[in-house]
């Protein structure tokens, strides 16, 4: 299965490496440089790459490429999910994962490791029963290990790992007993020069945040279920109940966890929050070009837009640009030829515009097409596909727990061509 784990940073150096089977020599990763160097950015590389003996599949999260090294054919998705689940583990562990952070807590980082796949082969993957067997560093800890010698390593076996939820601990007590619900929408979209929708779909997850007493059953129903439609489950979702009632029904992990991710591709069925205006135009004969830009909200059922940023990479013609924003402020840099334009909250009365003037390279042609803009912005308290959470249930146990539940939207790739 599974052989060895590389830990790549962003300046191409192998800073943590795990062999499960047998020793692969680092050399393995040169084929990895090589498509690194292909690829124009990093989250363009490859995530499968045939080299003659081995595969290498990469996952790039955190600025950290994570390639899993495989001398058989498994399923793709299934090693790439795993590495998703190393990477989780490690913030879920340290609380953010970083270089850094792996290089100060490399022991514990090995302990997990060794956990998490036996003999390349996944084993305990689940964050309940891995802080059972290795406990989570705190500073207290860490001193007691210093000077005792001992690990982090736990001296019993995990409760959960012998019952029939091994994703929940047994015997958890809390004296404020609360769930949380976070529905994060992220939309991926392309619009043309005439503000005509090309592409639009939205990926969204229901994250979860719970901390109850006991061994909690809970039911999470929506007002419009028929929504998700192309979705998956974390493995304590009873998958019948949904299928026949469309309700959630579940005994929950312990703290944090991804109840279901979902995919909206329906045209009908995405709102797109924003609307660019643009007007950006290269003459002939002149060495001045237009530009003008005014970025407003549309279908957002009068909730803000914030965070908003605009990045457009310019055309090698363009020496330097004279811009004037009516609200936030913008850099252009005249190497990479880059646009960036921090823009913050939008005020619907009054629209942020961007426009002034743009040098040009004098004597040289019309460029080819014009640049594409692309948007970074977020909405909080609204899920753009409509999908409202009704009600949240809970069975099994007596007291009343905090409930809450958190909606945002928020661009992934949102692309206007001009």
């Known amino acids: 299965m599974i052989h ?137 800890r860490t001193v007691v290990n210093t000077i005792t010698g001992s690990t982090n390593v736990g001296d019993q076996l995990p409760t959960g790992q012998l019952s029939v939820v091994p994703w929940r601990r047994t015997g958890v007590k809390y004296t404020n007993n609360e769930a949380y619900f976070d529905v994060i929408e992220e939309i991926d979209a392309i619009i043309d020069k005439s503000g005509s929708t090309i592409t639009a779909e939205i990926q969204g997850v229901i994250d979860a945040c719970v901390k109850l007493t006991g061994m909690p059953d809970l039911t999470l129903s929506f007002m419009n279920p028929r929504l998700l439609d192309d979705v998956s489950f974390h493995p304590c979702v009873r998958f019948k109940r949904w299928e026949s009632e469309r309700i959630l029904s579940f005994i929950p992990p312990d703290g944090n966890f991804r109840l279901l991710s979902y995919h909206v591709s329906a045209q009908n069925l995405v709102a797109i929050p924003v609307y660019v205006k643009h007007n ?15 970025v407003g909200p549309k279908q957002t059922m009068g909730k803000t837009i914030e965070g908003v940023t605009v990045t457009s ?43 002034g003037t743009m040098s040009l390279q004098a004597g040289a042609s019309k460029p080819d097409e014009n640049p594409t803009i692309n948007l970074q912005f977020k909405i909080q308290q609204l899920a753009i596909s409509g999908l409202k959470v009704n009600r949240l249930d809970m069975y099994g146990e007596k007291y009343k727990p905090f409930k809450g539940i958190k909606y945002m939207t928020k661009a992934g790739k949102f692309q206007v061509r001009t």
């Open 4 to 140: 060895s784990l590389f830990l790549i940073n962003s300046s191409g150096d192998i800073f943590l490496e795990k062999h499960w089977k047998s020793v692969v020599s680092r050399s393995v990763c040169d084929y990895f440089f090589e498509a690194q160097e292909r690829a124009t950015e990093a989250e363009n590389v490859p995530p499968v790459i045939p080299t003659p003996h081995h595969y290498l599949l990469s996952v790039y999260r955190h600025k950290i490429f994570f390639v899993a090294v495989i001398q058989t054919e498994v399923p793709p998705l299934f090693v790439i999910e795993f590495l998703h689940r190393v990477v989780d583990t490690f913030q879920d562990y340290f609380g953010v994962c970083s270089e850094p952070v792996i290089k100060d807590n490399v022991v514990v980082v090995y302990e997990v490791l060794e956990e998490m796949l036996d003999n390349g082969f996944p084993l305990a993957t689940e964050s309940n029963i891995l802080k059972e067997l290795i406990k989570p560093p705190t500073i207290l």
């Open 313 to 355: 990479q310019m055309p090698r013609g363009v020496l330097n640009m004279s811009l004037t924003p009516s609200q936030g402020t913008h850099t252009f840099d005249p190497v990479t030829k880059m646009l960036s334009w921090d823009v913050g909250k939008i005020n619907p009365q009054k629209p942020p515009n961007l426009k």
């Open 280 to 294: 950006i135009s290269f003459r002939d004969s002149s060495s001045l070009g237009r530009f003008e830009i005014t």
